[in-house]
């Protein structure tokens, strides 16, 4: 689970940002003005991301604050799972990212998968939605939602992308490290589950 304080952050920026894309009178706004540099503060109080990162990464949203969505394709091959290495810390995680404004969240698993690894893929069905507070990644400025899709190879082969250096299949038993603040060693041994049983429920949070 998140800290408090974490927890705290997100829900006073929350706050702050749907009612400042409702707000009319000028003294709700500024209170709602208020609330967001709270969050801020909390923020810059118990980490060391510095406060205009913050503004700019965690506090810069308009409109109604609503939860991120992350899409993860899983891809199996001989038994084994396909993982790509990030450049940005080293370390492998299942192909995805952002979810994209006009993509649903089939597109955005194969142009991920497309993008990180140079294999084609087709969609075959939902596996899980987890909420990621529920999980054991690091703490971060966000609410997020993590989609996991079962995707089949149709074509393409094992290439890195701009984001990527290596491809790789390893097997449930044989992890290399992992990029946890886009997987959990758990998440990914529970996606072997559907590989023994293909008629498994979709898991949820």
């Not at 054991?136 to 089949?152: A, L, M």
Request: proline content about 4%; aromatic content about 10%.
């Amino acid at each position: 689970m998140e800290p408090k304080w974490l927890e705290w952050a997100k829900q006073i920026q929350g706050i702050a940002q749907t009612g400042l894309t409702y707000a009319k009178d000028v003294y709700d706004i500024e209170r709602y003005e208020m609330l967001r540099e709270l969050s801020i503060d909390i923020l810059a109080n118990y980490t060391t991301a510095g406060t205009e990162k913050i503004k700019l990464a965690f506090a810069s949203d308009t409109g109604y604050a609503t939860a991120k969505v992350d899409i993860r394709a899983v891809v199996f091959r001989e038994n084994k799972i396909l993982l790509v290495r990030e450049k940005i810390d080293g370390a492998w995680a299942l192909p995805g990212g952002w979810s994209d404004i006009g993509l649903s969240p089939s597109e955005v698993a194969v142009k991920e998968v497309k993008e990180e690894s140079g294999f084609t893929v087709a969609p075959v069905r939902l596996l899980a939605v987890l909420d990621k507070k529920f999980h054991n990644h690091p703490p971060e400025p966000y609410h997020v939602y993590k989609f996991f899709i079962r995707c089949e190879i149709v074509g393409g082969e094992a290439q890195g992308g701009l984001e990527t250096s290596e491809v790789g299949f390893f097997g449930e038993n044989g992890l290399p490290e992992l990029s946890k603040e886009r997987n959990t060693a758990e998440q990914i041994k529970r996606m072997f589950e559907f590989l023994r049983d293909p008629a498994k429920e979709t898991i949820l949070d």
